[in-house]
């Protein structure tokens, strides 16, 4: 059965700073990976996602992840954080079910000022 | 186009009764997802509807059923809640729900059992 990690529960960040929040999967096959975001009191909005090919994935809102294979790791990156992206991130991967995601336990980003 | 809609918001019930949850996807989807969300076991896949038939289902007891109309519209219930069924309840919708394609959701529906 495949399985996300998120290890760092609470991440604070500096307005301005660079961010790498970690997601690590276990899975059999290429996995389809996905990194959400969500904000108090709202649904979750996708940032970005990988299938194959290239694996530097460009996002919404100035964010990438790289997927790396020998790793079994899909982190999210963004060079310069705003006040704005203080929210809760998920990591899912697809199950071999079709359309039915698993989900990292979710970092929680501060942003201070 | 409008995005995934759920109804209600916010519900209170009491332990032992029924609860009927709508969801309502992107126009043209017709695969609808449910997920469960706590703090303590995160978010959950519940179960996914697609053309009116269930087609995968998470590990929850049959207290928590679902279907789905022939509009993608689905609806969940959750019969003798439970305290610990006090949770959001995500809806999401996909165009078909074959291998990668992508989930929206909604904005949820906060359930709280007193």
């Known amino acids: 059965a495949q399985s996300v990690t998120q290890p760092d529960i609470h991440i604070t960040v500096s307005e301005g700073a660079s961010l790498e929040l970690r997601c690590n999967y276990s899975y059999g096959a290429t996995p389809y990976l996905f990194w959400y975001v969500q904000s108090p009191g709202q649904g979750l909005q996708l940032l970005l996602k990988?299938?194959?090919?290239?694996?530097l994935v460009q996002g919404i809102k100035g964010f990438e992840a790289e997927f790396k294979r020998s790793q079994s790791s899909f982190n999210l990156r963004k060079p310069s954080v705003h006040w704005s992206d203080a929210a809760e991130y998920f990591c899912?991967?697809?199950?071999?079910?079709?359309?039915?995601?698993?989900f990292g336990g979710g970092t929680r980003l501060m942003v201070k000022p | 186009k409008a995005g995934v809609t759920q109804t209600p918001r916010y519900l209170i019930k009491t332990r032992g009764q029924q609860v009927t949850l709508s969801c309502s996807p992107i126009?043209?989807?017709?695969?609808v997802s449910w997920y469960q969300q706590t703090p303590g076991q995160g978010l959950q896949f519940l179960f996914e509807y697609f053309s009116e038939t269930q087609r995968n289902k998470g590990n929850f007891p049959g207290r928590f059923s679902g279907r789905q109309f022939s509009n993608s519209r689905s609806e969940m219930n959750v019969s003798t809640l439970e305290l610990g069924d006090s949770a959001l309840y995500l809806c999401a919708s996909s165009l078909i729900g074959g291998e990668g394609d992508t989930q929206y959701f909604g904005p949820g529906t906060r359930l709280t059992v007193l």
């Open positions: 899912a991967v697809e199950g071999n079910a079709g359309n039915m995601l698993t």
């Open positions: 990988y299938f194959s090919g290239d694996t």
């Open positions: 126009s043209g989807h017709r695969s």
